[in-house]
């Protein structure tokens, strides 16, 4: 079957869902799949914003960056208490993130940062449970980089 895995905020009690991002739980099916986790742990660590081009839009979530400099970690239904330093306890820690019957001290902010991947990237995570990436143009990839300027010499 394989191990399971969700990004941590370890600080300030946060996580990402993988499915809410378009992947899958495992390790592989979270670094195979764009946009996804790393998208997201993209625009959570991202520690510069705003300060050059190709900077990402206005977030009035508070998503860009949100993470930089916090103890992040991604730990595994497989995990042991050993795993992080003693004050976490990993293999309570994956069930938290996963128990959605119960209030747990993890609160998942996988919607606001798929909110950015889908007005950045111009699409939308759609469906309930595992979700799909569907760009807006139709196509079944992202949008590729377009230049913010483009030169052209005419023919002589």
Not at 78 to 90: H, R, S, T, V, W
Not at 112 to 120: L, M, N
Not at 127 to 142: F, H, I, K, L, Q
């Amino acid at each position: 079957m394989g191990q399971y895995h969700y990004v941590v905020n370890l600080t300030k009690r946060e996580f990402i869902h993988p499915h809410k991002l378009g992947c899958g739980l495992k390790l592989w099916e979270q670094i195979a799949n764009h946009p996804g986790t790393g998208a997201a742990l993209i625009i959570l660590l991202a520690c510069s914003n705003g300060r050059g081009g190709g900077d990402l839009k206005d977030d009035p979530a508070g998503m860009i960056g949100r993470w930089a400099g916090d103890q992040i970690a991604v730990v595994g239904d497989y995990a042991e208490n050993g795993d992080l330093p003693k004050q976490f306890k990993a293999k309570e820690i994956y069930r938290q993130c996963g128990d959605f019957e119960r209030a747990t001290p993890y609160r998942d902010i996988s919607e606001d940062v798929a909110a950015v991947i889908e007005r950045e990237l111009g699409g939308k995570f759609k469906g309930d449970g595992w979700r799909e990436w569907t760009p807006d143009d139709g196509g079944d990839s992202v949008r590729g980089m377009r230049p913010d300027l483009v030169i052209s010499v005419p023919k002589a």
